[in-house]
């Protein structure tokens, strides 16, 4: 029985020594902490740390729409380039038959003056009346069997002093036949370059730039100096001189055609010069498009 007693009592002394330790930490952490405020502030520490997370999340939302507001934008501006191929397209497609039409009514045209003109017709009347004309006359030999004082006159003599500014005349058409025949020469050694290797082609496009003041009124020299520009379009890599060589050849063409409307090479490479730098240009817009759209 007395065993039991002091059993129990030790229980109870364990007891209230376990609540005294637990009374007296809890009085040091009071000291240490209590005065500070420490435990009265953890449940907004816990707030601030839900809150910081939540506004993190939300910054992660804004940036993801934003990146998908940017890839919408981009592929809107696609959708409008390549709408306004389209456009471009369409409109060459209704043009070219009527380009088609032109070039048949050119070759036409050149078929029917093949034909003997008046003005071959009138030098042909003229001879024969010049021949005419001789017979009527006396030779020197007659006019000298006769006895008579009168020297004959040559043709060139009668024409001379008919016309006092034949000279004149002669030495401009001398001089115009030297000029096209230089043009003609420029022109041949023109399409001998554009069918050849690249560096033909440069040659060429540089020989026709350094005449074309001399002969920036001629439709053949125009049109093959925009077929040049055409060439150095696509031999060239940079995008700079791409542009540069398209606004030039179509501002060549675009005068070739205005020269003579009727003329069938200026159209037929100023459909060629547009289409292939405006579908080009634009293509390599939709390319360029498409690879800041990668980047995103």
């Given at each position: 029985m007395s065993n039991i007693?002091?059993?129990?009592?030790?229980?109870?002394?364990?007891?209230?020594?376990?609540?005294?330790?637990?009374?007296?930490i809890a009085f040091l952490c009071w000291r240490r902490y209590g005065k500070h405020g420490y435990f009265l502030g953890l449940p907004e520490k816990w707030s601030?740390?839900?809150?910081?997370?939540?506004?993190?999340?939300?910054?992660?939302?804004?940036?993801?729409?934003?990146?998908?507001?940017?890839?919408?934008?981009?592929?809107?501006?696609?959708?409008?380039?390549?709408?306004?191929?389209r456009e471009e397209v369409k409109f060459l497609k209704e043009t070219i038959p009527k380009l088609e039409e032109q070039?048949?009514?050119?070759?036409?045209?050149?078929?029917?003056?093949?034909?003997?003109?008046?003005?071959?017709?009138?030098?042909?009347?003229k001879k024969s009346e010049t021949t005419k004309a001789s017979g009527e006359y006396p030779s020197s030999e007659e006019a000298e069997s006769e006895g008579g004082y009168i020297t004959a006159q040559t043709d060139t003599?009668?024409?001379?002093?008919?016309?006092?500014?034949?000279?004149?005349?002669?030495?401009?058409?001398?001089k115009l036949p030297e000029e096209e025949a230089e043009l003609q020469s420029l022109l041949r050694q023109a399409d001998t370059n554009h069918n050849g290797s690249e560096s033909?082609?440069?040659?060429?496009?540089?020989?026709?730039?350094?005449?074309?003041?001399?002969?920036?009124?001629?439709?053949?020299?125009?049109?093959?100096?925009?077929?040049?520009y055409s060439d150095m379009f696509y031999l060239t890599n940079d995008a700079e001189e791409k542009k540069s060589y398209a606004a030039d050849g179509k501002n060549v063409a675009g005068k070739s055609v205005e020269l003579d409307d009727k003329s069938a090479a200026?159209?037929?490479?100023?459909?060629?010069?547009?289409?292939?730098?405006?579908?080009?240009?634009?293509?390599l817009y939709i390319l360029y498009q498409q690879s800041k759209f990668h980047k995103v």
């Open positions: 007693v002091q059993s129990e009592n030790r229980s109870l002394l364990l007891g209230v020594f376990t609540g005294a330790a637990g009374v007296s601030s740390t839900r809150d910081n997370q939540v506004q993190n999340n939300q910054g992660a939302v804004m940036v993801l729409q934003g990146r998908q507001l940017q890839i919408l934008e981009k592929l809107g501006s696609l959708l409008k380039s390549v709408e306004e191929l070039i048949k009514d050119e070759l036409r045209g050149k078929n029917d003056g093949r034909k003997v003109s008046p003005q071959h017709r009138s030098l042909k009347r003599e009668v024409e001379s002093e008919d016309e006092p500014g034949l000279g004149i005349v002669t030495a401009e058409k001398t033909d082609k440069q040659d060429g496009f540089r020989m026709l730039l350094n005449k074309q003041e001399k002969y920036g009124n001629k439709v053949e020299f125009l049109w093959r100096l925009a077929r040049a200026s159209h037929r490479w100023w459909v060629v010069v547009f289409i292939s730098v405006e579908l080009n240009l634009s293509h």
